[in-house]
Structures are given as C-alpha cells and as structure tokens.
C-alpha cells in the first residue's frame, strides 16, 4: 500500500530564516519556500525533507539527516571553513576534526543554527560480488 508512496522526513527549528540562510548559504542546499511557512529541501534524486517552524523546538538528540560524501575529510574541512564546528563524542572516538572512524564508515556530526544533529559520512561503495 505504501510502497509506492513519496515519503519524505521533516523536523523542526525554532527560527525559520536562520534556518533557510544555513541550508541554503552555509550547506549549499536547494531550499524553497513553502507558502504554509515550512522550507523544503531538494535533495539528490528527487527527495525532499521538510523543515517546519515549531514555537516550542527541542532539538533532536539524534541524527535527523545524513548527508552521504565522497570523502569525509574533505567535506569537513570545507564546511569547518565555513565556520560549522564539528561535534567531539568521546564514546564514538572522534578525532580533532571531529571524525569518527570506529570501523564503519567515516562520520562526523554537526548541528543546525536550532541545535539539530546533522551527519556527513563516507558513502558505502556497492559490492559487485
């Protein structure tokens, strides 16, 4: 029944236009206005994640969008030149730049202006075997 469905994620923030300049100036993201006053992002392959404003926001205490790159170490130092900090987990050990290299992919977190856990890590090659 819902296999067929255009799911997308959302989540909240607590100011909308932070939000839209940081998506879009900072990340380097398609972002449109949505006229019910959410923001959409366009993302590869056609998905879409909404960002809705939301008066009383918690930010999550959890990854709510992982954005998947050729190579980690790069993307960091791009994005802490533009001034994102980068997350320090000791109970993942990260490293200075804030990479975690456990044995799975490289990741590094980061948050949104409203505090909410973003991720880039090492997109995982298919096996052709």
Do not use: C
């Amino acid at each position: 029944m819902l296999r067929e469905s255009k799911a997308f994620g959302s989540f909240s923030v607590d100011d909308i236009e932070k939000a839209k300049t940081f998506y879009r100036a900072i990340l380097g993201l398609k972002v449109t206005d949505n006229p019910m006053g959410f923001l959409t992002l366009h993302l590869e392959s056609d998905n879409t994640t909404i960002i809705y404003p939301k008066v009383n926001h918690v930010p999550a205490t959890f990854t709510v969008l992982n954005f998947p790159v050729d190579d980690v170490l790069k993307t960091v130092e791009a994005l802490t030149e533009k001034g994102i900090v980068f997350e320090q987990y000791k109970e993942l050990n990260t490293d200075k730049m804030g990479v975690s290299r456990n044995g799975g992919p490289l990741i590094a977190w980061f948050k949104d202006p409203a505090g909410n856990i973003l991720s880039v890590m090492e997109e995982m090659k298919e096996s052709n075997g």
